[in-house]
C-alpha cells in the first residue's frame, strides 16, 4: 500500500472504464468512490471528505469544467474548495484540460496513457496538495506563537532551542547565543527578553562588529560628554544607558579589540560605567545577551579573546545549529518569508510547489536564515504567478547551475564583466554577514582593507554603516 493512499473521488460516466481504473486504485491502497456525474459527485462532497477527486470533463448533466467551478467558489454545504482535482480527458480534449488547470485543476491524464503514469499523476497532486496544507497550517500555528516573535521552529533542534529559552528566560542569568552568521541569533535574544520579566522595558542591539575601532564601540556603548572628541558637540547618552531595566543585546562580541573587552568585563561586573570624557559613574540595571559566530573558547585559549570575560557571559550557553542540519525548518520558513513579502510588497506569490520547496531544501543555505530570507524577498517581487515553481528560482540566484552543478559562477546568458562579478559576489557576502564588513571579508578569503578598498570602489553603501556620534 502506498504512503500516501487516501480517499478518491472519481468521477466518470464510462462505467466500464471507471470500473477497471477503481479496481486498479483500490489495489494501489486507495479507498474509492464512485459517481456517474457532477451533481452526484457534489452531493458526495458535501457529505463526505475526500483527499482527491478525479474526473471526467465530457459527462451528461454537469460536466468536469462545471464541478470544477462549483468546487472552487465552495457552493454547496461542506464543499471544500482546497480538496486537490486530477483531470481525465481524451487526447482530442486538451484544451478543455488546459482551461480546466486554469480554473484549479492541480494536473491532468489523458484516459490512454498507462496505468503507472495515472497513478503518479495521483500520488503527485495528492502530495502537492497535502505539502501547501501541512505548510500553511504550520505557519499559521506558528504565527499564534506570539511569545516568541518571529522565531519559526518546526525541527527538533530548533524546538530545543526555544526550550532553552523559555528556561532562561524567566532568569537574570547572562545569556551567550552562538552560530553561525544569519541563524536568527538576533531573533532568539529577543524572544529570551520578550519573555522575561523585562519585556516591558527596552530591548537595545549593539551590532559590535560594525564599529570598526575602539572609540566608536565605546561611544556607541558609553556614550560621551560634550567636547569628548572632535565633532562631539553635545553629550550623547549610551546604549548600555539606554537600555536601563530592559536587556542589552552586544552582536558579534568577538569581534571587539582587547580594550573594548576590558571595559566590557567591568562594565557587566559592576553595572557601571563612564561616558567618554567623563568622570561620573553611571549605575544601570541592565541584563545583559550577547552573540557571536566564532569559537570564543578556542579565541581564549590562543589568546585571542580574554578569558575572564569569556568565563564572565559564558553562564548560559545557546548554540543554534545552522539551517542545512535542521531542514524541516526551511520550508516553514521559506512558506512564511514568501507570504511577508508578497503582502509587504502587494504581489502575488503566495506559496511555493512542492517541486520548488524540495529544491530548497536541499540547498546547503551558508548564509542561513537570512540568506533564505533574502531569497524569498526576491521572489515575492519578481514571480508574477500566485505560486513559485522550481524554474522560478533562477529569478533568485538559485538556478540549476548552482543547486545542482555545484558551479561557483554561473554567467547570464549575456555575459558580465569581471567588475560585474566582484561586486556582485561582495555584495552577496555582505548579506550573508548582517553588512558586517570584517566577517563578509573572512567569508570571501580576503583582507579587512582589500575589502574596505573594494567598497569604496564600487561605492556599495549601507545604513547600518553610518553611526551617529
Known amino acids: 500500500m502506498t504512503e500516501l493512499s487516501g480517499n478518491v473521488l472519481l468521477v466518470e460516466d464510462d462505467q466500464r472504464y471507471a470500473e477497471r481504473l477503481k479496481r486498479n486504485l483500490e489495489l494501489e491502497g486507495y479507498q474509492v468512490t464512485a459517481a456517474l456525474d457532477g451533481h452526484e459527485a457534489l452531493t458526495l462532497l458535501e457529505n463526505r471528505s475526500f483527499d482527491l477527486v478525479l474526473t471526467d470533463l465530457k459527462m451528461p448533466g454537469m460536466d468536469g469544467l462545471d464541478l470544477l467551478r462549483a468546487m472552487k467558489s465552495g457552493e454547496g454545504t461542506g464543499v471544500d474548495p482546497e480538496v486537490p482535482v486530477l483531470v481525465l480527458t481524451s487526447v482530442k480534449s486538451i484544451n478543455s484540460a ?79 547565543v552562538t552560530g553561525e552568521t544569519g541563524v536568527g541569533k538576533e531573533l532568539i535574544s529577543r524572544a529570551i527578553h520578550d519573555n522575561s520579566p523585562r519585556k516591558q522595558y527596552p530591548f537595545i542591539e549593539v551590532n559590535c562588529g560594525a564599529l570598526p575601532n575602539d572609540n566608536m564601540f565605546q561611544s556607541e556603548l558609553f556614550g560621551h560628554e560634550k567636547g569628548a572628541f572632535t565633532g562631539a558637540e553635545t553629550m550623547r547618552k549610551g546604549r548600555f544607558e539606554l537600555a536601563h531595566r530592559g536587556t542589552l543585546f552586544l552582536d558579534e562580541i568577538g569581534d571587539l579589540s582587547p580594550d573594548s573587552q576590558r571595559k566590557l568585563l567591568r562594565a557587566l561586573e559592576l553595572r557601571e560605567f563612564e561616558r567618554l570624557g567623563g568622570t561620573k559613574r553611571i549605575r544601570v540595571d541592565v541584563r545583559f545577551v550577547l552573540a557571536t559566530n566564532r569559537n570564543l573558547k578556542e579565541m581564549a585559549d590562543q589568546g585571542d579573546f580574554r578569558k575572564d570575560l569569556f568565563y564572565r557571559i559564558n553562564v548560559y550557553h545557546i548554540h543554534i545549529p545552522p539551517l542545512r542540519e535542521r531542514r524541516d525548518d526551511i520550508a516553514p520558513q521559506a512558506g512564511y518569508y514568501l507570504s511577508f513579502f508578497a503582502e509587504k510588497y502587494g504581489r502575488t506569490a503566495r506559496e511555493f510547489s512542492p517541486e520548488a520547496l524540495k529544491a530548497l531544501e536541499q540547498c546547503d543555505w551558508p548564509g542561513n536564515t537570512r540568506e533564505l530570507r533574502i531569497i524569498c524577498e526576491r521572489l515575492a517581487i519578481r514571480v508574477s504567478g500566485s505560486r513559485v515553481e522550481l524554474e522560478h528560482l533562477a529569478l533568485s540566484g538559485l538556478g540549476e547551475s548552482e543547486a545542482t552543478t555545484g558551479r561557483l559562477v554561473s554567467l547570464p546568458s549575456g555575459g558580465a564583466g569581471l567588475d560585474e562579478i566582484e561586486r556582485e559576489a561582495i555584495i552577496q557576502a555582505l548579506e550573508r554577514t548582517d553588512w558586517v564588513q570584517k566577517s563578509a571579508a573572512e567569508m570571501l578569503q580576503i583582507s579587512v582593507d582589500r575589502m574596505n578598498a573594494r567598497v569604496k570602489k564600487f561605492n556599495i553603501t549601507h545604513p547600518s554603516w553610518k553611526v551617529h556620534h
Open 98 to 176: 488546459v482551461e480546466a488547470m486554469r480554473l484549479g485543476a492541480e494536473d491532468y491524464v489523458t484516459k490512454d496513457c498507462e496505468r503507472d503514469e495515472i497513478l503518479l499523476r495521483i500520488r503527485r497532486a495528492m502530495e502537492g496538495r497535502r505539502m501547501v496544507t501541512e505548510n500553511r497550517v504550520l505557519r499559521e500555528r506558528l504565527q499564534k506563537q506570539s511569545e516568541f516573535g518571529d522565531v519559526i521552529a518546526a525541527s527538533a533542534p530548533m524546538q530545543a532551542v526555544l526550550h532553552e529559552v523559555e528556561e532562561v528566560a524567566s532568569t537574570e542569568a547572562t545569556v551567550l
